[in-house]
């Protein structure tokens, strides 16, 4: 994040937006910095990434499960702007302590380990953080929280790829803590940490898109758009991010609707053909 402030202060916030005499290193300056370039962004990136999935891959047809709400999709739009304003706000200070130095984020792969701590880099930031969101969504589902917090994202019985963040920011702040965190209790690449983050963000639209295309022997590991669109409809199933290891380690884990033919879009079908 050190990399892409620094290109916008020379190229954007320096020259045209703050006055000469305030320094670059500024708290204050850095914090507003931030926090209207990860806001432009994850608008970007939300509206950008759900566009491609919406055209390329989410099957239209599920628009007519009777579960489908009238307008949803201009409804999850709604919804998901009001995201990233308040998240950035409260994912702030991690961003922030990463500029100033207190995270274990390093700059050059030969700092530490070299490339096989790279590949270890990776299946950790996977594993812990997909343990940790599964948690979170856990937790979120709690009769305590449900109803304030996590309802919001279940309005969406039908998921589209345009749910991703349709949901509460507090919701959306609880289950993206664990990316931020990960860098302030391991060491990690910032360029991977990056990357990782933006594959994160990805992999949370196609779980929406309703496209089922994991390979039959990796079916029984990933958690992909089959298991999650079954979470929206049934709740207390297949809470988990990337795998099904912990659904299944904590007793939450059902086989997808989808690998027995009884899927919303099976359900349109056969709707279709009486
Ligand atoms: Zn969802
Ligand atoms: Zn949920």
């Not at 954007?12 to 006055?19: A, G, L, Q, R, S």
């Not at 926090?35 to 989410?58: D, G, Q, R």
């Not at 991690?94 to 207190?102: A, L």
């Not at 070299?114 to 953080?129: D, K, N």
Request: proline share 6%; charged share 15%; hydrophobic share 45%.
């Amino acid at each position: 994040m050190d990399v892409i402030l620094n290109t916008c202060d020379r190229y954007f916030f320096t020259p045209y937006i703050y006055p000469v005499d305030w320094a670059e290193d500024n708290i204050i300056r850095q914090s507003l910095s931030l926090y209207v370039f990860l806001v432009f962004v994850s608008f970007l990136a939300y509206l950008s990434t759900a566009t491609l999935f919406y055209v390329f891959l989410y099957d239209k047809r599920l628009m007519q499960h009777p579960q489908y709400l009238k307008n949803q999709i201009s409804l999850e739009i709604k919804c998901a702007m009001k995201s990233p304003l308040l998240g950035a706000l409260l994912f702030l200070p991690f961003f922030v302590g990463e500029i100033r130095g207190f995270s274990k984020l390093y700059d050059n792969v030969t700092d530490y380990g070299g490339w096989p701590f790279i590949a270890l880099s990776v299946v950790s930031f996977v594993m812990v953080t997909d343990f940790l969101v599964y948690l979170a969504h856990r937790g979120l589902h709690h009769p305590l929280v449900y109803r304030s917090v996590h309802k919001v994202h279940h309005a969406w019985k039908i998921p589209t790829p345009f749910s991703s963040i349709a949901m509460h920011p507090v919701d959306a702040w609880m289950q993206g803590l664990p990316y931020h965190i990960y860098p302030y209790l391991f060491p990690i690449n910032k360029y991977l940490h990056l990357g990782l983050f933006l594959m994160v963000n990805v992999w949370a639209v196609s779980i929406h898109d309703g496209y089922f295309m994991v390979p039959d022997s990796l079916k029984p590991m990933i958690n992909g758009a089959a298991h999650h669109t079954d979470h929206h409809l049934y709740f207390n199933y297949n809470y988990g991010q990337y795998f099904t290891l912990w659904d299944r380690i904590f007793g939450s884990f059902r086989d997808p609707t989808a690998y027995e033919g009884k899927s919303p879009l099976d359900e349109v079908i056969k709707n279709n053909s009486k």
